[in-house]
């Protein structure tokens, strides 16, 4: 027999489950078993060079717009930055090579899918090319209401676990997690949190095969988050490219330098799985990006709408041989655009 104290304590307690069971999300970046994860244990497929759309073009990473990426997916959006005549501009190694607009357009679109996605919590990654100071990117945060989203941490940098969960980034509707590699300052703007006493980095600009070294890092690694760059580049004139031509082997879930494999390799040396995957051309692979995070993350994989088409093999079916030998054409494509191309930009180029 339960006392009458004990009773109304047990009735207390399960109002109070329910209350909680009311208000807290039921899904989280598109299951219910993430909820209740540390953000800092949770695996994220990003996109390198987020805004660097297009084909045929050797400082594109991407060929899906930003809406696209993120409704198939995508939950990290990596942007470089540039100064151009005051403005923030999103632009790849200069803004003569590729110009994706300004930083007000770009954070404007992503506002909008994230109103439009309650339940999806997103980390945007800032390369600080040139050295832009937090404010600037505070008035630009403000004038598209995304700063009432971001997160601010209590301090400078979390360990791993000290991160909140997806449930309560959701329910506390702040749901953006802007990372940036240099110039974060968190006593000016707390909510642009600093990439690399957070978060340490695999080598980039990888041409042969991926490791999980250390390769930059400003913190404790053995309690940070990590994040692997996993993009092939091409050696184009000495200069790595970016390379579509084996995004579907790269991306894929198992084989040779696949993103799988990497996953593999880096879970044994340090007991856990990547917290971020940049990949270039994500939609390669057919959606074994979000295969790979999904065991990660130990999660069924259910994408809710089919993943793109690479772009490339769309516009190459004109050429005629139809869908059978499509990512073929799409590389003999791109071969014939890299040679037009470079022997335009023929001198030194790094794009990374
Ligand atoms: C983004 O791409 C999708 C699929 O190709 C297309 O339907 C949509 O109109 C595009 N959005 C913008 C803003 O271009
Ligand atoms: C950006 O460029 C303008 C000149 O175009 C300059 O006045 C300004 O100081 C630059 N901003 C930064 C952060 O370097
Ligand atoms: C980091 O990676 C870059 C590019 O791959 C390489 O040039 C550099 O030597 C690496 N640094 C360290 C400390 O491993
Ligand atoms: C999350 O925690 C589980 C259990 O400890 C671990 O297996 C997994 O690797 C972790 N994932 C990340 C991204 O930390």
């Given at each position: ?6 009773k ?18 039921s ?12 953000f ?18 050797l ?9 696209t990426?993120l ?69 630009v ?9 971001a ?76 994040l ?102 799409g590389?003999?494509q ?19």
């Amino acid at each position: 027999m339960l006392s009458p104290l004990a009773k109304a304590a047990a009735v207390i307690t399960a109002s109070l489950s329910l209350l909680t069971s009311v208000h807290a999300a039921s899904t989280c970046n598109g299951s219910p078993d993430l909820c209740s994860r540390s953000f800092g244990n949770v695996t994220f497929v990003g996109s390198h060079d987020s805004y660097a759309i297009g084909l045929n073009n050797l400082a594109t990473n991407q060929d899906q717009n930003i809406t696209t990426q993120l409704d198939n997916g995508i939950r990290m959006l990596q942007i470089q930055t540039h100064n151009q005549s005051g403005t923030i501009q999103l632009c790849h190694t200069s803004c003569g090579l590729y110009n994706g607009g300004t930083l007000q357009t770009y954070l404007t679109t992503v506002k909008s899918w994230l109103d439009a996605n309650p339940n999806d919590v997103l980390s945007l990654l800032i390369v600080n090319n040139d050295n832009f100071l937090p404010p600037a990117y505070d008035s630009v945060f403000k004038a598209v209401g995304l700063d009432s989203m971001a997160y601010a941490p209590s301090s400078a940098s979390l360990t791993t676990d000290k991160w909140p969960t997806l449930g309560t980034l959701i329910d506390s509707s702040k749901r953006l997690l802007t990372f940036m590699d240099y110039n974060a300052d968190f006593t000016s703007v707390p909510y642009i949190i600093d990439e690399f006493s957070n978060i340490w980095e695999t080598a980039y600009d990888v041409t042969t095969s991926f490791d999980c070294a250390v390769n930059r890092s400003k913190g404790d690694t053995s309690t940070s988050m990590y994040l692997i760059n996993h993009f092939l580049d091409t050696v184009l004139l000495g200069s790595p490219v970016p390379d579509p031509g084996d995004a579907d082997k790269t991306n894929a879930v198992s084989g040779t330098n696949s993103l799988g494999a990497q996953v593999q390799l880096c879970a044994s040396q340090y007991s856990r799985n990547p917290n971020f995957m940049l990949v270039d051309f994500y939609e390669y692979g057919g959606g074994s990006v979000f295969q790979v995070a999904a065991t990660a993350n130990g999660v069924q994989y259910n994408p809710s709408t089919p993943i793109a088409s690479p772009s490339s093999t769309s516009s190459s079916s004109s050429s005629g041989s139809g869908s059978g030998s499509s990512n073929g054409a799409g590389k003999l494509q791109w071969s014939t655009g890299l040679v037009i191309i470079s022997s335009v930009f023929l001198g030194a180029l790094s794009v990374f």
